[in-house]
């Protein structure tokens, strides 16, 4: 080959990847910006040019993720299924994970050994129920201070911590809330992760609440917020109840490019209707079919089951949650005045600081 043709290919090659990369931005500006469908077909452009995998991976995720919103079920099952692994660029989410059109077979649950208790307590009366479910870290660490932000700011509240595989310390600690405060109910899980790694058990722990929904919703037959165990309360919580609505959750307008976080799973407000009761029954099988699946369970499983069973449903009552009901700055931002959640966010490294914040010490430390 002549030195000018070397010259000539690597120059076409350059061109053609900033075409790539100008049509990529240009889908992600038009998605955001209301025109889904001319972004679409952006995307599919830049696909058909059989980019490097990096490209290829994201223009999938993002193609899939529109035609989603659209409700184009079957093309998001197409773009998404393109690629299978675990995506680093994404805290190790799986597009594998998502699937509209599931298989009609469905295991009757989780194929993990587990055990439950505590679950034959007489009903405490309440207004409403405040769950959360963690392992023996995360109670060690946030239920008191989650148990006494809840009393303070939101009284008349039932606080139902479920704790996964208790430690000694933690077994400590919630025994002394469960006796302490007739406002709390504790209930235990025992259960075998050995067959997981690493990322399966984080996984499992951020779904194992969804497991437990729908049966608590039809138990108690109040309204229920789900919410993420390292997450306080720091306002009156009554309003959420009053939308008019089987459910309420945040609805991130950027979903419409990142269907992993297209929904929040820190914190859901359910009320006991049948179509919520219905809602949260998919949102188990879902979960359920992913953990009996072949492919590995990556990060933001919960949120995906939440996203695929909301916009699948058809008759579910949706209010979202104005976005500044949670708040994840510092200990030192000043939230807003409609915010009712502080959210810790413990599983991100630079937020163990919030620990040692007085807004989160005064709890840990009742007088």
């Not at 696909?47 to 999938?60: F, M």
């Not at 009554?238 to 991130?252: A, K, Q, T």
């Not at 269907?259 to 009761?277: C, G, W």
Request: glycine share 6%; net charge neutral.
């Amino acid at each position: 080959m002549k030195f000018g043709s070397v010259l000539s290919n690597l120059g076409a090659d350059r061109l053609l990847d900033g075409v790539r990369a100008l049509s990529f931005s240009r889908a992600v500006s038009l998605a955001l910006g209301g025109r889904p469908n001319d972004a679409a077909r952006l995307l599919r452009f830049v696909l058909k040019t059989r980019p490097p995998r990096s490209i290829d991976e994201r223009a999938s995720y993002i193609l899939g993720s529109i035609l989603a919103v659209q409700g184009d079920f079957d093309g998001a099952d197409a773009a998404f299924s393109r690629h299978a692994g675990l995506l680093p660029w994404a805290s190790n989410g799986s597009m594998a994970n998502i699937r509209f059109n599931r298989s009609a077979h469905s295991a009757d649950d989780i194929p993990l050994p587990r055990a439950l208790s505590g679950f034959d307590q007489p009903i405490k009366d309440s207004a409403f129920v405040y769950f959360v479910s963690c392992d023996s870290r995360y109670a060690s660490l946030f239920a008191r201070p989650l148990c006494e932000s809840l009393r303070q700011n939101a009284p008349g509240g039932l606080l139902h911590l479920h704790v996964i595989n208790p430690a000694p310390d933690a077994e400590r600690l919630i025994g002394e809330l469960e006796r302490g405060d007739d406002a709390v109910m504790i209930t235990r899980e025992v259960v075998d992760l050995q067959s997981l790694d690493a990322l399966g058990r984080r996984s499992y722990y951020a779904c194992s609440r969804f497991l437990l929904v729908p049966d608590l919703l039809r138990r108690y037959a109040r309204p229920m917020i789900v919410a993420d165990a390292d997450q306080l309360v720091i306002g009156p919580l009554h309003h959420l109840f009053e939308r008019g609505s089987d459910l309420n959750m945040i609805r991130f307008d950027h979903g419409v490019v990142n269907f992993f976080s297209l929904l929040s799973a820190s914190v859901i407000v359910a009320q006991p209707t049948d179509r919520a009761v219905r809602y949260f029954d998919d949102v188990r099988r879902y979960i359920v079919d992913l953990f009996d699946g072949a492919a590995p369970v990556g990060w933001h499983a919960d949120q995906i089951a939440l996203a695929v069973s909301l916009l699948r449903n058809k008759e579910i009552k949706f209010d979202p949650l104005p976005t500044a009901a949670m708040h994840s700055g510092g200990a030192d931002d000043v939230p807003p005045e409609e915010t009712v959640f502080w959210s810790i966010t413990y599983s991100i490294e630079r937020n163990h600081k919030k620990l040692s914040a007085e807004r989160f010490r005064k709890w840990s430390n009742p007088a």
